[in-house]
């Protein structure tokens, strides 16, 4: 689709190049003395539809896109006779509402990322279909809990997932309060009455400690352990034998799913133990 993306999961050269098309257009139009009814047929024929195409693949923030649409709105909105400081409701408001119709290129990215998950995600057999089920399953994993990752609250656990698709879609979907039923098998659960160790951590800590948050996240995926019938004997009280040193068992009943590896620091461990 050309777009760039490093191995790292990083948009920063597509959020570049994008912006950089954008200047050369608003350049190019401000010597080119257009009329307001081209200017505007310019902005919405040219211009938005190529901000808009492969926005379903990219992991943008709502600040990436308003540094890629600043220079078009700049100087579109002035050739179009609109003072440039209008408010952006009015701006990207539909023609129906009295606004001016012009796609908010984050808004768009989420809907088409929604629209991909629905579309791609449950059954289809395609190439996309297996990569965003991948990337789903991975993020409920990273994330730790019972239930899949887009029902989990992106306030509390946003900071255990990394940057990239499905944090996207997480942060879209808590930013403007939508809830996704997705298909996603959760972590199944070792007994009866089970507690998954990052829902204690998170009731346990103060809400702002999120390093406390990360360093407990980066230890127990390390020892490749959900809940804490993963970390105790069969009575739920006793700590198996070297959980608290970062030894990690030699059979898990959790073979059949895989984490990433991390490499906790002193730390790290420190926050663990006293946890």
């Known amino acids: 689709m050309g777009m760039i993306i490093n191995p790292l999961g ?3 050269a597509q959020r570049d ?14 010597i080119a003395n257009l009329s307001r009814s081209d200017a505007i047929v310019e902005l919405k024929t040219r211009v938005l539809p190529r901000l808009l195409y492969g926005l379903e693949t990219t992991s943008f923030r709502e600040r990436d896109c308003r540094y890629i649409m600043a220079p078009a709105l700049k100087v579109g909105l002035n050739l179009c006779g609109t003072v440039r400081t209008l408010s952006h409701p009015i701006v990207f408001g539909p ?10 290129i984050y808004m768009t990215q989420g809907i088409m990322h929604l629209q991909a998950l629905s579309v791609h995600g449950p059954m289809d057999p395609s190439l996309t279909g297996k990569l965003i089920r ?12 019972e239930s899949s990752v887009l029902s989990c609250s992106f306030v ?3 900071s255990l997932v990394a940057h990239g698709w499905v944090k996207t879609v997480w942060r879209f979907c808590s930013e403007f309060n939508l809830i996704v039923e997705d298909w996603i098998p959760t972590i199944p659960p070792l007994r009866e009455r089970e507690q998954y160790i990052m829902q204690c951590a998170q009731e346990s800590l103060p809400a702002n400690d999120t390093s406390s948050i990360v360093s407990i996240h980066t ?33 898990s009943f959790r073979t059949e799913i895989h984490f990433v590896t991390t490499y906790p620091t002193a730390a790290d461990w420190r926050v663990w133990r006293s946890f």
Do not use: P, Y
Not at 17 to 30: L, Q
Not at 134 to 145: I, K, N, T
Not at 227 to 245: E, K, P, Q
């Open 219 to 251: 230890c127990r995926r390390f020892l490749q352990v959900f809940s804490l019938a993963d970390i105790t004997f069969g009575n739920g009280r006793t700590l198996i034998d070297g959980i608290l040193n970062g030894v990690r068992q030699m059979f």
């Open 17 to 30: 190049k994008m912006r950089m098309e954008m200047a050369s257009w608003a350049e190019t139009c401000r």
């Open 134 to 145: 991948g990337l789903m399953e991975q993020a409920s994993v990273d994330v730790g809990l």
């Open 156 to 158: 509390k656990f946003g």
């Open 10 to 12: 990083s948009w920063k």
């Open 95 to 104: 023609e129906e509402l009295l606004g001016l119709g012009i796609h908010e």
